[in-house]
Every structure is written in C-alpha cells, then in structure tokens.
C-alpha cells in the first residue's frame, strides 16, 4: 500500500505555561500522520515509508444498519430474490449457468423485462449476470435434480441472509464486493491481440500474457491507492463534505506533497481520472461508492478544441460543471468494506471511541501512546455519558506521574477540561496548588477569563514550561520541522543564559531532552548555545 502523509484537520490545542496566560500547545492528532497505509515491517529491510502504519479512525455505523444498506443494494437485493426463485431447483447447463428457457423467466422475475412480449438481450445479459454472482456467492448450488440432472436451488446460506443476519449480510457483501472489485481491474493492454493466444507463437503469447497481467496488477494497485485516499478524506471529513471531486482524487494520487502540479502532471492526472473512471462506477453498483462518472461528452468537445477539457483546472468552473469531471464519494458501506479490507492485510485501523471504554487513565494512556487517533474524537466519546465535575476530577488526578507519558496526559487532560467548558472550572481550581498540574490549571482558567486566578510561582512556571515542550517533544516524534516550530515559540528572555541558568536546575524527568531539542534546533545561535550548555548541566547532574 502506498504511504501518504497527510494533514490532520482534528486540531486541539491547549494553552501552555507560558501562556500565563496563553500560549497554544499541539497534541498528537495535530501533525502530519506519518507514511499513511505503508506496510508494517517484517524480517526484510525496511522502507522509509513503510516504519509506521498509520489509518485514520473512523466512525462507523451500527452493523444492523449496514446490513440493510447492504441487502438494500440493487445488485445484492436482485441475487438474492432470484436465488429463492430458483427453489426448489432450476435445471442448469455444465457451466451452472440457466438454461435458454429459464433465462427470460429470469429476466421477467427480476422485472429487467415487461412481464409479457419480448425481452431484450440486454435484460437477458443481465438478469444472467446476477444468476452469476448469486452462483459466486453460493447462495445458489449446483447439484442434480430426482432425474438426475444438473440443476441448481437456493443453498443454506440464502435463509439467514434472507432474515437480515448482520453478520450473514454483510459477509455476503464482503463477498461481493471483493468480485465487483477483481472484475473493475480486469483491462485488456492497449495493444492486446484478440486472436494472439491462437495464432501466435509461444514467445509472443507469453509477452501479451506479461503485458495483461502488469495492466491488471498496475490498475489494481491504482484502484487500492484511490480507495485508500477516498477512506482517508472521509474519516477527516466534516459531516456533508465527504464528496471529493474526481479530479482532486487523481491530483492526491499523482501529484507529490507540497508541490503544485506541472504540465506533465496535469496530462497525469487527466491519465488517472479515465482509468478510475469504469472501476469506480463498477463499485458504485455494489454500494461501495456513490459515483457520478465524466460526462462523455467532455471528450467530444476536447477533441473539438473547447477549453472544457479534462485537464484544464485553472478556469473556474461552477458547480454543475464541475460535477461533468466526475464525483466519488465513500458510503458508509465503502467505510466498512476498505476497514474489512485493511484489518485483513494486517493493518491496523481503528474505530473512533475504541480507546474510551475504560476510566480516565486508559484515556489518556491510551491516546498518548497511540499514533493515529483523534484526541478530541476518544474525549468527546469518553465525556458523554459522565457528569462533568466528576470527570473533570477524575481526568486531573489521571494526569499525575512522572512516567514516560505523563506530560502527553496532562496535556490531554487539559483539552478535555476545555471540553467541558465551564462545569470543570470548579475541579481545575482545586489543584492550582499541585506542583505538577497548577500551572497547566491556571493557564486554563486564565484563557477562559476566569477571574481571582492568583499567580503561580517562579518554580511553578519553570516546571511547567518543561511539562508542556517535553509533552510536545514528545508528540511530534522526531520531526524536525515541527520541533524547530515548537521550539521557536519557547518564552526565551532576552537573557538566554540566564533564562536556562533557571531552566537547567527545574526538577523534570525531561529537562535535559527538552534543552537538548533547543540546542540542536533553535535558530538564534546564542540561544541554541546557552541550550547546550544547560543541557550539559542537566544531564550532568542526573
């Protein structure tokens, strides 16, 4: 799977020491997820891009209802009416398909054809295209009827699902959503020869049969990229925005990060958008998708010289018009289905509330230790069903320690007290006494405008202010863009030297990584000197 990086929209923020008051502090859904769907490691050498697999969390939709989206789909509900019309049996030919009698009867049934008069060969083709995934999904079977002949009728699977089993159903159309998509890859190369098996040598067969097989592994693995961005965009999407236009879809897949597409590009993207165009509309008939395809038309005026081309992005276009280039949107179905997909190959990917069915410190460990998930999302599950003062408490008290985690606690602790809004005020002016959660609770209160907040002490601001850089140290694993932008922010006096002359002694279990990251990434080079210098001393007396 290809790795992606990509900015994450869930973007709590809370106010740090120095903020007293104010200054606003990053948690881990902030920054850039890291090499998005590359692979996990194993006993082989690693890509760069495949060391951290990181699928965003998603919401999805209670199994029942999934389930009746599922047999409400045209395809899956055609094949599982037309499964019981088989019953008892249906006489079939050798290859399980029905006999020329019973395939307008199908087609009638199906209501593809008026119930008298003619039927069309396209409902014929139709009506035994379902007759073929209701075979493929075995909920028809092929055995012999009491004269002995081939015939096929409804298996013991069509009941449950018949009675809407969540489980059955959507088994099924995991079922028929893998075939849909083996099928929407399947693209003859552009110089196939249709009659090369027969009249060709071997040499030649075998050069087409290497040339058909890398055009379907190419549009496979571009098929998987653009589901992987689809559900991407949807997890991070607001309610109402989950529609993405096809061409910003081929943009995502050619198009690298941070850089604006050139005129190659541009004819790359043009490329992507007509090679997704039939394999996302084949998804859309089994729900994976809603998809309005290009309008064909598009074609037929580029050829003529009209500016409406594909590839032409920069004339502003309303929305009717923008709609002609293609739509793709993931249902909730599709949500379910690329899970199902990715928990299959070993990914991990989670479920929004996964981490918010214990008390507060299984919280706020478990936010804190893992890499892709939406802090505000796992709180707001966790706060609903709690009364606010209580939880407020219970969340500061989870924050306490001096563990390797616990300045990521603190700052969570502190968003869930935003969260609650004023209902925490009470338990936050509880502990402004407390050395390790005092000063986080009076920049909180103070950002709120709370009034009588007194000042914290000297020791107070100076062990906060480590709390909150280690907590954002931390947190941003290493990237150096994003420390040197934390770093730049740290309230350094005019006197550095005597500004970490005071930040060195601060009884922290992290001081000394803290002025470590300073020294190293700090921009003023007197700053970044007087940093190692106290770091030196802070590592010295440890």
């Known amino acids: 799977m290809a790795g992606r990086r990509r900015k994450n929209p869930d973007h709590p923020s809370v106010t740090g020491p120095d903020a007293l008051p104010g200054n606003e502090g990053l948690l881990p859904a902030d920054f850039e997820l890291a090499d998005l769907y590359g692979a996990h490691g194993s006993d082989t050498e690693e890509d760069l891009d495949d060391l951290s697999v990181m699928v965003p969390p998603v919401r999805l939709l209670p199994e029942a209802e999934l389930a009746a989206a599922a047999l409400a789909v045209p395809l899956i509900e055609r094949a599982v009416r037309l499964a019981r019309w088989s019953a008892p049996t249906r006489p079939v030919d050798e290859l399980g398909d029905l006999l020329d009698e019973d395939r307008e009867a199908a087609a009638r049934f199906l209501d593809l054809a008026p119930a008298e008069g003619e039927v069309a060969e396209e409902a014929v083709l139709e009506a035994m295209r379902v007759w073929s995934l209701a075979s493929d999904l075995e909920l028809v079977l092929v055995a012999h009827d009491e004269a002995g002949n081939r015939a096929a009728g409804p298996s013991s699977e069509l009941a449950p699902v018949e009675a809407g089993d969540p489980e059955s159903v959507l088994e099924l159309w995991l079922a028929a959503a893998d075939?849909?998509?083996?099928?929407?890859?399947?693209?003859?190369?552009?110089?196939?020869?249709?009659?090369?098996?027969?009249?060709?040598?071997?040499?030649?067969?075998?050069?087409?049969?290497?040339?058909?097989?890398?055009?379907?592994?190419?549009?496979?693995?571009?098929?998987?990229?653009?589901?992987?961005?689809?559900?991407?965009?949807?997890?991070?999407?607001?309610?109402?925005?989950?529609?993405?236009?096809?061409?910003?879809?081929?943009?995502?897949?050619?198009?690298?990060?941070?850089?604006?597409?050139?005129?190659?590009?541009?004819?790359?993207?043009?490329?992507?958008?007509?090679?997704?165009?039939?394999?996302?509309?084949?998804?859309?008939?089994?729900?994976?998708?809603?998809?309005?395809?290009?309008?064909?038309?598009?074609?037929?005026?580029?050829?003529?010289?009209?500016?409406?081309?594909?590839?032409?992005?920069?004339?502003?276009?309303?929305?009717?018009?923008?709609?002609?280039?293609?739509?793709?949107?993931?249902?909730?179905?599709?949500?379910?289905?690329i899970r199902q997909w990715l928990l299959d190959e070993g990914y991990e990917a989670p479920l929004i509330g996964e981490l918010a069915t214990g008390d507060a410190v299984a919280l706020l460990q478990g936010i804190a230790e893992a890499g892709n998930v939406l802090p505000e999302q796992e709180i707001r599950v966790w706060l609903a069903d709690r009364e606010p003062l209580a939880a407020a408490r219970e969340l500061l008290d989870a924050a306490r320690g001096e563990d390797r985690t616990a300045p990521l606690r603190r700052m969570l602790a502190q968003l869930a007290l935003t969260e609650l809004g004023e209902a925490a005020e009470p338990a936050a002016r509880e502990v402004l006494d407390d050395a390790e959660l005092g000063g986080g609770a009076r920049a909180w209160l103070v950002s709120r405008g709370a009034a009588d907040v007194p000042a914290p002490s000297r020791t107070m601001v100076l062990w906060t202010t480590v709390d909150t850089f280690a907590a954002q140290l931390l947190d941003s694993e290493g990237d150096a863009e994003v420390l040197r932008e934390l770093i730049s922010g740290m309230p350094v006096t005019d006197n550095p030297a005597s500004f970490f002359g005071e930040l060195w002694r601060v009884e922290h279990p992290y001081t000394a990584q803290v002025l470590e990251s300073v020294g190293e990434l700090h921009l003023d080079r007197q700053v970044a000197k007087e940093a190692r210098k106290a770091a030196f001393k802070a590592r010295s007396r440890q």
């Open 179 to 337: 075939l849909i998509a083996e099928l929407a890859v399947e693209i003859e190369p552009l110089d196939a020869e249709p009659d090369a098996g027969e009249e060709a040598d071997d040499a030649r067969a075998e050069e087409l049969l290497a040339q058909y097989e890398e055009v379907q592994e190419e549009a496979a693995e571009l098929l998987d990229e653009a589901l992987q961005v689809l559900y991407e965009a949807t997890a991070f999407a607001e309610p109402g925005q989950e529609t993405v236009p096809l061409g910003v879809l081929a943009a995502l897949l050619v198009v690298p990060d941070g850089e604006e597409p050139d005129e190659e590009m541009l004819g790359d993207i043009t490329d992507v958008m007509v090679a997704l165009d039939p394999m996302l509309a084949d998804l859309a008939e089994i729900g994976l998708l809603e998809y309005q395809p290009i309008d064909p038309e598009l074609f037929d005026e580029e050829e003529a010289g009209s500016e409406q081309a594909p590839q032409d992005t920069e004339r502003a276009l309303d929305e009717a018009e923008a709609a002609r280039f293609g739509l793709v949107k993931l249902t909730p179905l599709g949500q379910y289905g």
